[in-house]
């Protein structure tokens, strides 16, 4: 059964840090690019950063670069985002999703609410 557990989430006030985890299980962790993505209330859905199998290729949102860092570790299944200097614009349901390319599979975490507010 494929799984994909996010935590880390919370109320953080403004300024503030927080780092998420999605630990995976049920497939082969090491071979799909992994994302984050967020929604906020009354929005669409939005790419936050995407790490490739290995970890080589990374790439953020504009309005994240410079503030929010993915990272995996295959041996732990895990994907990483720390997310520093948080503004309450922040503030989003935050998805883990797993896509392998060439077998045409993907999957999505049951999402991790954060809340940036004083």
């Known amino acids: 059964q494929v799984q994909l557990v996010e935590s880390g989430g919370g109320l953080v006030q403004p300024g503030g840090s927080l780092r998420l985890s999605c630990t995976a299980s049920?497939?082969?962790?090491?071979?799909?690019?992994m994302s984050w993505y967020r929604q906020a209330p009354g929005k669409e859905r939005e790419l936050v950063a995407v790490i490739s199998s290995a970890g080589g290729s990374i790439n953020y949102a504009d309005s994240m670069k410079g503030r929010f860092a993915i990272s995996r570790d295959n041996a732990k299944n895990t994907v990483y985002l720390q997310m520093n200097s948080l503004k309450p614009e922040d503030t989003a349901v935050y998805y883990c999703?797993?896509?392998?390319?060439?077998?045409?599979?993907?999957?999505w975490g049951q999402g991790t609410q954060v809340t940036v507010s004083s």
């Open positions: 049920g497939f082969t962790f090491s071979t799909y690019a």
């Open positions: 999703y797993a896509v392998q390319h060439l077998l045409g599979r993907h999957y």
